[in-house]
């Protein structure tokens, strides 16, 4: 079993659609958690950063964490079609590695 | 200012063969990190330097994979004979220190037939 789980869709929502993407995981070490979004044929770009439980919001883009369910979502309001990418789940522990876990990623299509 | 810049951007080489993927992390930058992403995964951790020292290699998969970082800036990739299996995009990333934000290159497909 993966560290981090994430549903690979691919997802297609129509233009205006609140989107919402999540990833189980496994290792209760973990405390950083982000949400990166990937176009295609392009390096990961940072979307959202949270330490620990609770939500965080930042214009159209809300991550919550819920770590007594080991469970994270990303929610994306007003959904456009310029949001139509990969979207990765990461996460890492609060010491030693810093190195980063990846979700499979989510294909996501915003149809206008 | 600049990103994290990766060359070549394609690499397509036959089995058996010496590849090396250069990396050049944001000026300032102290850490480095080394992903492989295969088609329709993740990015997987390969490993980690702080300055000039591999500080975490646990995710390189066998002594066919290198990696350095001579003067604490520029990473260098190296993959010895080379096998299909091999075949994926390389991604690098740097923070400026061990626990902040990773940026992300855009990475290097690397194709071995």
Request: charged letters at 20%; aromatic letters at 12%; one cysteine or more.
């Amino acid at each position: 079993q993966k560290e981090v789980e994430q549903d690979p869709g691919p997802l297609s929502v129509p233009e205006g659609a609140i989107v919402s993407l999540n990833c189980t995981y496994s290792n209760s070490a973990f405390q950083y958690f982000m949400w990166y979004r990937q176009y295609s044929r392009k390096g990961p770009e940072l979307l959202m950063y949270t330490y620990s439980s609770g939500n965080k919001e930042d214009g159209r883009f809300t991550a919550q964490v819920d770590k007594s369910s080991k469970y994270i979502s990303l929610f994306i309001r007003d959904s456009q079609p310029s949001d139509s990418a990969t979207y990765l789940c990461a996460m890492r522990n609060i010491q030693g590695a810093q190195k980063l876990v990846f979700g499979q990623g989510t294909r996501l299509t915003i149809n206008p | 200012g600049a990103g994290v810049s990766q060359t070549p951007s394609n690499k397509v080489t036959e089995k058996g063969k010496y590849v090396e993927l250069r990396c050049d992390p944001i000026s300032g930058h102290t850490a480095l990190y080394w992903y492989r992403q295969s088609l329709g995964q993740g990015p997987e951790f390969l490993i980690y330097f702080q300055g000039t020292g591999a500080a975490d290699d646990s995710g390189l998969p066998n002594d066919r994979f290198f990696a350095v970082r001579p003067e604490g800036s520029v990473s260098t990739l190296k993959i010895q004979r080379t096998e299909r299996g091999d075949s994926a995009v390389y991604l690098c990333a740097s923070s400026l220190g061990g626990s902040d934000t990773q940026y992300f290159g855009p990475g290097t497909r690397l194709t071995v037939l």
